[in-house]
């Protein structure tokens, strides 16, 4: 099972932290963010810009589950249009599970969206995406 996971930039030791005990637990980042080296260059309407704009939304898309992180010290702006991209999966018919994952330190109304799981700890999360794992390969093996 794939995953995606939205965080604060500025934390991406946080993030590879987090994609490393999701690894672990056998899931497949679909994009990760963290390797670029030089995000200054996102500041400014470049062609790397672009494509990072499209390799994060696509990254949302190929999911299937999204994780954004809300512990974060400053308030995020990338991270949010994720959440809204995995938000909007579900009014096309591709609902994905979206972990709110940590205390809301910048509340934003759509954490309490009805497809959002609101979830204390990384091991909390991890237990609930491989459950709902097991349940999808099980359902998929009955319709076989």
């Avoid at 609902?95 to 969206?113: D, E, R, T």
């Amino acid at each position: 099972m794939k995953v995606f996971v939205s965080g604060q930039i500025s934390e991406k030791h946080k993030i590879k932290f987090v994609y490393s005990r999701l690894r672990e637990a056998g899931f497949e980042i679909t994009h990760d963010w963290t390797c670029t080296d030089d995000l200054a260059v996102c500041d400014k309407f470049t062609k790397e810009a672009e494509i990072r704009a499209a390799k994060d939304i696509e990254g949302v898309c190929n999911a299937d589950f999204y994780v954004i992180i809300t512990d974060n010290e400053t308030c995020g702006k990338g991270m949010y249009v994720e959440l809204g991209a995995a938000l909007a999966l579900s009014t096309i018919g591709r609902p994905i599970p979206i972990y709110v994952l940590g205390p809301k330190n910048h509340p934003s109304i759509f954490y309490s969206h009805p497809r959002c799981i609101n979830m204390e700890t990384l091991d909390s999360c991890i237990a609930d995406m491989k459950l709902r794992s097991r349940e999808t390969a099980s359902t998929e093996l009955e319709m076989a």
